[in-house]
């Protein structure tokens, strides 16, 4: 039954239950305490009513005369009824009983195991069990001052009350205790209750532990590295893409502190900052990564942080992937432009019968078209890259601009750090530049040169188009800056100069206004 209710009625009636206890055990210490408190109080009560009746002189006289127990019984019963004891025993120094309430003991010898101290001159208080309860006796001697010698001895006593008649007393004030107790261990149990399921978003904790699971999944199955830390800058999250592209230890990592989990520096003060940053590169030394950092917020308090990253060459990969798709896309719309216009040509010449002019025109377009594919097969060894040359040729046609490339370009080789895609992604994005560059010159001319060496690979793209500004060569690699219009503009050379920091090259641009721009790679082989 207790495990089919929710965690608000569950913690509603374990707070409750442990509040019940506490006002339980409360109250039994509160009666222990009670009775210890009564015990103190009549014990001193005991002590005064025996002392009062060991200095009533006419008691002290008596005590010599054998037949004053009737005397003296009536006195002490007296001070018995006005003091509410419920017996008082006045003893000779024979042990003789003189009074006694009942009458039946009076004249018989005392056999008291706890009276001999008293008979030497002691004041004191014990307890004993008799025919009607445990009962506390004070005991004090009774002195002749005539002659300083003890005549006798004083035993006061009374029945303690049980503990249920001490309850049965104080029934009100406990069952008032007990009524607010319960009252305010309810509504602050029930308080306490709703406070944290509202802190757990009003789930269950079998809805919290399936989202656990559900999410832990997700961060390991994701394809970019998370890692996640809590307010206390203690690793919470660190998936397998995380150690694949830190190239970390994964054991022992969660649980520890930023400072000790054994991670890059860098990471660490971004990790630890309270700044959200979106797309930033950063070069560690296993490689450069692309990451994003966000603060976790609950309720405007920031609660810890989370950073997912990819490694930039991946990314790279990929973009030059959808890059390659359009570029061959943007390749076969060309193909198919100029080859229309030759069938037309062709078509033209045929309908005026001159077949001769047809064979020539034929000849020489294909000419053309081995003489380019042959260079390239022959001194381009990488296919990706004679494709995308071949691609800018073809471009350049329809566009109207002459792209030449040198005649002793070659390429046997990808420096070391890269890959085809990033060559492919440096000298495409300098060639489309190129392009932009001569929208307002008649005559467009790009020049491509590839020169590879023994200690170095050179690339270089030239066009007589417009030129750059001395102020604007210095912004043209910061990402997003631009002088044309449009959306996602900014972004090329940025891509270009991350892809020369990556291989360890150098770029240099040698432009003038109004005659052209010259822009030289360089990579180390």
């Not at 005397?71 to 419920?86: C, H, K, Q």
């Not at 001052?145 to 009350?161: E, I, S």
């Not at 406070?195 to 269950?204: A, N």
Request: with cysteine; net charge negative.
């Amino acid at each position: 039954m207790f495990h089919r209710l929710t965690i608000k009625w569950k913690i509603a009636a374990l707070s409750f239950g442990i509040v019940l206890a506490s006002v339980l055990i409360g109250e039994v210490l509160f009666i222990g305490s009670l009775l210890r408190i009564y015990d103190n109080e009549l014990g001193q009560r005991l002590l005064v009513t025996a002392r009062t009746v060991s200095q009533v002189p006419s008691i002290i006289q008596q005590l010599s005369n054998p037949e004053a127990g009737s005397v003296i019984n009536s006195t002490v019963e007296r001070i018995r009824v006005i003091n509410g004891v419920d017996y008082i025993v006045v003893m000779d120094m024979n042990r003789k009983i003189l009074t006694d309430p009942l009458q039946q003991d009076i004249g018989s010898i005392s056999k008291t195991s706890d009276e001999a101290p008293a008979f030497a001159e002691h004041t004191y208080i014990s307890e004993a069990r008799g025919s009607l309860g445990v009962a506390l006796r004070a005991f004090v001697p009774i002195m002749n001052k005539d002659n300083d010698r003890q005549v006798g001895v004083v035993l006061v006593g009374k029945v303690l009350p049980s503990p249920w008649s001490v309850v049965l007393a104080n029934r009100t004030e406990i069952l008032m205790t007990l009524l607010l107790s319960s009252l305010i261990g309810v509504m602050c149990s029930f308080f306490l209750a709703r406070h944290i399921k509202r802190q757990m978003f009003d789930m269950e904790p079998g809805e919290i532990a399936k989202l656990l699971l559900e999410r832990t999944a997700t961060f390991y199955a994701m394809h970019e590295g998370v890692i996640a830390i809590d307010s206390g800058s203690k690793v919470t999250i660190f998936n397998d893409k995380s150690v694949h592209i830190l190239g970390v230890k994964e054991d022992g990592i969660i649980g520890r502190r930023l400072q000790d989990a054994g991670l890059d520096d860098q990471l660490v003060e971004i990790l630890k900052s309270s700044e959200d940053v979106y797309n930033q590169e950063l070069q560690l030394e296993t490689g450069t990564i692309l990451y994003s950092r966000v603060s976790i917020r609950v309720r405007e308090e920031t609660v810890g942080a989370i950073m997912i990253f990819q490694d930039k060459t991946e990314v790279a990969k990929l973009a030059e992937e959808l890059t390659g798709v359009r570029a061959f896309v943007d390749a076969l719309r060309v193909q198919n432009h100029e080859f229309l216009n030759k069938l037309h040509t062709i078509g033209g010449l045929l309908q005026l019968n001159q077949q001769d002019k047809v064979l020539e025109y034929v000849s020489e377009i294909t000419e053309q078209k081995e003489e380019l594919t042959r260079f390239l097969s022959s001194h381009i060894q990488d296919e990706e890259i004679a494709g995308l040359l071949l691609a800018k040729i073809n471009r350049g046609r329809e566009l109207g601009v002459d792209v030449m490339l040198d005649k002793d370009s070659k390429l046997d080789g990808i420096p070391p750090k890269l890959d085809s895609h990033d060559l492919v992604a440096v000298i495409g994005n300098l060639v489309e530049n190129a392009f932009d560059a001569l929208t307002e010159v008649e005559r467009k001319q790009i020049f491509i040169q590839l020169n590879q060496r023994d200690d170095s690979l050179i690339i270089a793209v030239e066009d007589n188009g417009c030129g750059i500004e001395p102020e604007e060569q210095k912004k043209i690699f910061n990402k997003g800056f631009t002088t044309k219009a449009g959306v996602a503009r900014g972004y090329g050379l940025h891509l270009v100069q991350s892809i020369v920091e990556k291989g360890f090259g150098s770029i240099s641009i040698d432009s003038s206004r109004h005659k052209g721009t010259r822009i030289i790679v360089t990579f180390p082989m």
